[in-house]
């Protein structure tokens, strides 16, 4: 018997004990410091101790030398079987105008910014979607810019989107700041909407200073009657804090707004949390960025001193927050990059592109739709094979079943291709999250 390289085994924040997560096999442990030195020594192999390989080999932390490679490629398969039976997400982006000057943006210097979709591009786009993805089910996202822009020529584009997706038999989603959401409510609710994704970045005095209007005022209000507009109608509200330095601690306040709305134990009510970072070009502000740890280790150690946080978000933790509340592990996950599999964007430019990362960059549109089909086919594979097992650094990673790979767009930004990772810090999440989500089962240091 060998170690399996699927193992991921560390030390519980501020604990005595240890976890071994194996996503191959499906299975999670606390251990004590004896078996978690074991397990990583492989003093075991030597010892032979017939029980505790017994137990080991179960619960597949030590595996037959080839035996594994097998389970991997059947998982693996099997993945692939179900990713390509995933429905589709395709964002449209009607316009990249917006209505705000919010400090942190990152299409400011997108190109044309005034210009939006006509009514042929959008027949146009449906056209593609159809003829491309007959047999695929599918839901369009509206995208942008701003997308719910109260002047009379948006609507008339909203209305043929909410029109043609009824045609086709598809549902929306909707992003947007949310400052006319109000005025749209009606015009949505003719539509299936499956979800609206709105962002507030804390309580008011905290939003305003981030997300205001061009020219300066204050977007707060509008926002949160918006939010109580669309629960009010029966629309599932995303509700999107992003998070750098500059708001991080307005966090446990923002959540007692929530819930003081009632917001939280609404049915139709969830909550993201997004990681400010450089995504197209550099921030005014670099230093105030979080990194992916730092960002979780900030929100751990906020909950601990305010529980109520947990009422408004619960942190992944990578994959702690689920083994928590199912009792298992999910599924291997062998690519956490949707891109050209179960993801494309397209925009009023008539563009093709892999996913929202990417939308908006000419450079990295990958075809048109209008006014001709065009597709650059050696691009969209180079996508649509990304996954663990075509990326170098990914094959003998002992996390590469956690992260997936990471982003494809955040990786080319970074290393200069498509085909490299973008590596999450999964074994440093689980310490934290092992302590956040099983600490009663600990024996804590003094």
């Known amino acids: 018997m060998i170690q399996s390289k699927h193992n991921i085994v560390s030390r519980v924040q501020d604990s005595n004990q240890f976890y071994a997560v194996n996503l191959l096999s499906g299975n999670a442990d606390l251990l004590s410091v004896e078996e ?5 020594s492989g003093e075991l192999e030597q010892s032979g101790d017939p029980e505790q390989m017994q137990v080991l080999a179960e619960k597949g932390y030590l595996v037959a030398p080839g035996n594994e490679n097998n389970i991997y490629r059947n998982r693996y398969f099997d993945f692939v079987d179900q990713r390509d039976d995933e429905e589709v997400q395709l964002f449209f982006v009607p316009n990249y105008s917006c209505n705000f000057s919010c400090s942190y943006c990152y299409q400011d210097e997108y190109t044309n910014p005034h210009q939006s979709a006509t009514p042929e591009l959008i027949q146009a786009f449906f056209d593609y979607i159809r003829k491309e993805l007959p ?23 909203i209305a043929l989107l909410v029109e043609k ?9 909707v992003v947007t700041n949310g400052y006319y959401l109000e005025n749209y409510i009606d015009l949505l609710a003719k539509g299936k909407i499956r979800e609206i994704q709105i962002t507030l970045d804390g309580t008011k005095k905290i939003h305003d200073q981030r997300r205001f209007l061009k020219g300066g005022s204050p977007t707060f ?4 009657r918006g939010i109580d507009a669309a629960l009010a109608a029966g629309f599932p509200v995303n509700l999107r804090m992003v998070i750098d330095k ?3 601690e307005n966090l446990p306040e923002l959540a007692s707004f929530a819930i003081d709305k009632g917001w939280t134990s609404h049915p139709l009510f969830k909550t993201q949390i ?36 947990l009422e408004f978000y619960k942190p992944s933790y990578s994959v702690a927050k689920y083994l928590s509340e199912n009792g298992n592990l999910p599924d291997p996950l062998f690519d956490a990059c949707p891109a050209c599999k179960s993801e494309w964007a397209f925009d009023y430019t008539g563009r093709i592109y892999s996913c929202t990362a990417t939308v908006g960059k000419e450079e990295e ?38 992260c997936g790979g990471g982003c494809g767009s955040v990786a080319k930004n970074k290393n200069g291709s498509i085909l490299s990772p973008d590596c999450r810090p999964v074994k440093e999440l689980l ?16």
């Open 365 to 402: 549109a990958l075809g048109t739709f209008y006014p001709e089909v065009t597709k650059n086919e050696q691009l969209i594979h180079q996508w649509a094979s990304r996954d663990v097992t075509s990326i170098e650094e990914c094959r003998n990673c002992s996390v590469q079943l956690a």
């Open 36 to 40: 978690a030195k074991t397990l990583l």
């Open 165 to 173: 997706s009824n045609e086709a038999g598809i549902d929306i989603c």
């Open 221 to 224: 209000e509008p926002i949160v």
């Open 274 to 309: 997004g990681r400010n970072y450089e995504l197209h070009h550099c921030q005014s502000t670099p230093d105030q960025l979080f990194t992916r740890i730092s960002l979780f280790q900030k929100i751990f150690e906020l909950t601990e001193v305010h529980p109520h946080i």
């Open 431 to 446: 310490e934290i999250g092992f302590k956040a989500y099983f600490g009663e089962e600990l024996t804590m240091e003094s």
């Open 246 to 248: 500059q708001n991080i």
């Open 135 to 157: 047999n695929r089910r599918k839901y369009l996202t509206i995208f942008g810019g701003e997308p719910l822009l109260n002047t009379p020529h948006q609507r008339e584009l």
